[in-house]
């Protein structure tokens, strides 16, 4: 491990553009964060990065997930398929950030920090996006990232054991009674860069893995997700159904948006073409600034 505590995934290759620092663009902060493992945080952080890369943006991102690093993983696995195969394809900056090992809290609090803020302040000067995978669990590294999201992103399976995460509702009326401990972290980090920055932070929370079949569960989830998102403010995006393929596409470090590239063995369907499409209602419903009236390219 870097004596810094950055860790970084080699990304050079023969074809490697330089990035070149873009003084006159804002760059957006995206963190995907959700306290409960098992999400699927790294999937739509690296979908949405392939995405808003292939709209033309430049995107950096940062690995928090001390223990799993599926994102870094993920990237890694993506380098050696283009390695063998030949194929270019879009490839963000990453930059793994570790927890310190000081045993005195505060002196670990502040390694980390400066390691968090290093991170983005590199990936800042050459990228129009930075995305950040939070971990599944509250750490102090992942509340410091809470704290400079731009977009908020909480992936949330469509059921009520991860609803629990958000809020207490009332099992008959599904009504809220009190929001839950991930909620009120979020309110505390809002708070926190209101007043520090005097910016807001776009929370959305997206359900994910959703079953395409319409249960009655499914119904009452989204309800009282309707109900919660107009008592602690946040807004509700399509998630992303369900799919075996999202786990197939892992090994090779692929993503739905390059199916269609040389090299992939795995035939192009309906569904695939139905699963771009909820990537494409999310990156809309997003409503990031930059991509005003763009084109969504993929």
Known sequence: MPADGFGSVTTSRDDAVTLQPSPDRDCRVLVVGNEKGGA?????AMHLSVALMRMGQRVGVIDLDVRQRTLTRYLENRLRWMQSTGSKLPMPEIIRVDASTDRDLDTAEREETDRLMGAVERLRAVSDYIIIDAPGGDTFLSRSAH?????LITPLNDSFVDFDLLGDVNPQTLEVIRPSFYSEMVWN???KKAQTSRKPIDW???RNRVSPLEARNKQKVGEALNNLSKRIGFRLAPGLSERVIYRELFPAGLTLLDLTERGSNVAFTMSHVAARQELRDLVILLQLPALAGAEISF
């Open 147 to 151: 704290t400079i999201a731009d977009t």
């Open 189 to 191: 980090c809002r708070k």
């Open 204 to 206: 959305v929370v997206m």
């Open 40 to 44: 699927g945080k790294s999937t739509v």
